[in-house]
């Protein structure tokens, strides 16, 4: 079975293809000729990933699933957020963002937070959403050199250690994008 993850993110991609079953083959939008940017116009991490596996079954005829992924960051009012990607400017830049939510967190005593995604799949004419939520705290300084994003300061709830601290197979057990993973998979079995 052949099946597009909307992305252009090669960590993400990875992320996924070890969690997904050997039967799928999973392409990515560089797979199938898709160079450009798709927009997320929407106002929810749901509309936006909803948007994006719509828009490769419309353009590109395949099937096809798309994620979203926000932090929400409790003593920010859940900033960034849909917004979480592009928390320091419409340039995506990672260290920027992760300079930003430090800075903006420097004199909060309540770290807390949860990484939400949402994937929506768009299949056979029909589309089902899959969440998952990681609760955890923002740290006080990045550790870890392995993962993407807002990894290096994020810790889990019950672990001593942040998401780039750890293997891929380890964050996939207990992450956000893992637990929607599953879903997704397990929705793929039936």
Not at 77 to 89: C, F, H, I, T
Not at 118 to 144: D, M, R
Request: contains cysteine.
């Amino acid at each position: 079975m052949k099946l597009v993850f909307a992305t252009h993110n090669q960590n993400k991609l990875k992320e996924i293809k070890v969690m997904l079953p050997e039967h799928i083959e999973l392409l990515s939008l560089n797979d199938i000729g898709c160079t450009e940017e798709i927009e997320e116009t929407g106002e929810t991490i749901e509309q936006n990933a909803a948007l994006k596996a719509q828009y490769v079954k419309d353009t590109y005829g395949y099937n096809c699933f798309a994620d979203d992924t926000g932090l929400e960051v409790e003593s920010l009012n859940n900033a960034p957020g849909v917004y979480s990607a592009r928390y320091a400017g419409a340039e995506k830049n990672d260290e920027k963002n992760l300079q930003k939510l430090l800075e903006e967190l420097k004199d909060k005593s309540n770290r807390n937070a949860r990484f939400k995604t949402v994937i929506a799949l768009t299949i056979n004419e029909q589309n089902n959403l899959f969440t998952g939520i990681c609760a955890g705290q923002i740290t006080k300084q990045k550790s870890g050199s392995s993962g993407f994003g807002y990894d290096p300061v994020f810790k889990p709830k019950g672990y001593t250690k942040t998401f780039a601290e750890m293997s891929l197979t380890e964050k996939a057990t207990i992450s956000h994008r893992g637990k929607a993973v599953k879903q997704l998979v397990d929705y793929l079995k039936q």
